[in-house]
Structures are given as structure tokens and as C-alpha cells.
């Protein structure tokens, strides 16, 4: 039977397109696409020949029956993004949904995405955490942030450069201008840098340098210098009894 394959693509740096996806891509019979013009680009570049169509956030819930109609008929298809997972703030779970609904398969690559690596250079704890994207923009945007003050596992947030500093002025007011945070921008990209500190020193900073590129915001969780101090007592308890 024919399935839906969602497959991940480099957010930045093309050495990150794995040989599984190259692969995927050159087999199915057709491809959705977020963005056919910035999809053709990185097909041509691993001489992926396959017709795109083009699936976003604007048309998506007026051709996920015609997509499920053709997997029915026995033709693999596959989901990209503009870059990184489709699915994780990008068109996919109207798609997925739909599939699974009808009894297809439907098959999901690993691959890029920038919440994982920024999760985890950040230094925050990785073990458990809170994925929330692009925030709301005006409605229902202070009432997720009011939710998230007592959150204590590490947050992790998508921001546009335009955007970044108002954000973090923002968690300031909420989570208090200490809140130990990551910025990390560019990331798998040339210019990749991560800026590391407190709120108020991270909007210090790109008050004084713009933001240029895109972001992602790791917060720390509201207890993480509680954590810290337990396993320090922690450790020293195991070392006095050794």
C-alpha cells in the first residue's frame, strides 16, 4: 500500500539532508512542497527530479482530501517544509491527521530541526521540557505566558528577528528579569551563535547588536537554581558516605 512519508529537511546547512531523505524523495511519485520555489532549489541540488505541488498553511485544508485520495490510489507522496520537520510550526498535522484517519501509513524521517540542538547547547536540562513555538501574536498571548510562570521544565520558544527583543522584554515581566536564558540564532547557518545569560542581560545585548536571522529562545525552567542546589547537596551526601 501506498503511504505518506514526512520528510525533514536542513534548516541551514545542507550537509544536514540525510541519505534516507534523499533517497525517500527520489522514489515517491510526487512532492508536497511549503514553498515549490525554495523546494526546487535543494532538489536540484541532490538531482531529485519528482513534480511538486505546493501544500501550505493557505491551501492545506483545501487539498489534504485530494492527497489522501491519491495515496488510496497507490501513489507514495512525501511532505517537506521550507526547512526542518513539517508538522513542528510549519503545514503537517491537518495532512497527518487525515492519513491516519483513513488507514494510511504514514511514515516520519528524523531529521533537522532547531529545537533539539538549541535545547540542548543551552545547558539547560534536556531530560524534560516545553516545546511552544511561535507564540501567539496578540490574542491569547499574555494568558499563555501568565501559564507558563510556574512552568519548571526548560521552555523553548520560535521568535522572528523582528520580534526578539519585545519577546524577551516580555518574559522578563513574567518570569522575572533574572530567568536565566539561551538565544540562540543562525543555527547549522554560518553565522550560528548562541548568546547566554539572564533576561536582562540578553536584551541588553541585542538592543546594542540587532537581531538579524532566526531564533530560538531556551528558557530556563522557573526552578532550575532550586535543581541545582539539590544535586549539589545530592553529590555531597554520596561523597560523605563513600
Request: proline share 5%.
Amino acid at each position: 500500500m501506498a503511504k505518506l512519508y514526512i520528510v525533514p529537511t536542513p534548516i541551514g546547512n545542507l550537509e544536514d539532508m540525510t541519505l534516507r531523505a534523499i533517497r525517500v524523495l527520489g522514489e515517491v511519485d510526487f512532492i508536497l512542497a511549503e514553498d515549490t520555489r525554495t523546494s526546487s532549489v535543494l532538489l536540484k541540488h541532490f538531482n531529485i527530479d519528482k513534480p511538486l505541488r505546493s501544500h501550505h498553511k493557505f491551501n492545506e485544508h483545501a487539498t489534504v482530501q485530494s492527497v489522501r485520495e491519491a495515496i488510496e490510489a497507490g501513489r507514495d507522496v512525501a511532505l517537506i517544509s521550507d526547512a526542518g520537520t513539517p508538522g513542528i510550526s510549519d503545514p503537517g498535522f491537518l495532512l497527518v491527521r487525515t492519513c491516519v484517519e483513513a488507514g494510511i501509513d504514514v511514515e516520519t524521517l528524523p531529521g533537522a530541526t532547531a529545537a533539539i540542538p538549541a535545547l540542548v547547547q543551552s545547558g539547560f536540562p534536556c531530560d524534560r521540557f516545553c516545546f511552544e513555538g511561535f507564540l501567539p501574536q496578540k490574542k491569547g498571548r499574555q494568558k499563555r505566558l501568565t501559564e507558563l510562570e510556574s512552568e519548571s521544565r526548560t521552555i523553548i520558544f520560535y521568535e522572528s528577528p523582528f520580534r526578539v527583543v519585545k519577546a524577551l522584554e516580555q518574559f522578563a515581566e513574567h518570569f522575572g528579569a533574572e530567568r536565566r536564558v539561551a538565544v540562540v540564532r543562525e543555527i547549522t547557518k554560518k553565522f550560528e551563535q548562541t548568546v547566554r545569560g539572564t533576561l536582562a542581560q540578553a536584551i541588553a545585548h541585542f538592543k546594542a547588536h540587532p537581531p538579524k536571522g532566526e531564533f530560538v529562545i531556551v528558557l530556563a525552567g522557573k526552578d532550575l537554581k532550586e535543581r541545582s542546589v539539590e544535586s549539589e547537596v545530592e553529590s555531597e551526601v554520596e561523597n560523605d558516605e563513600e
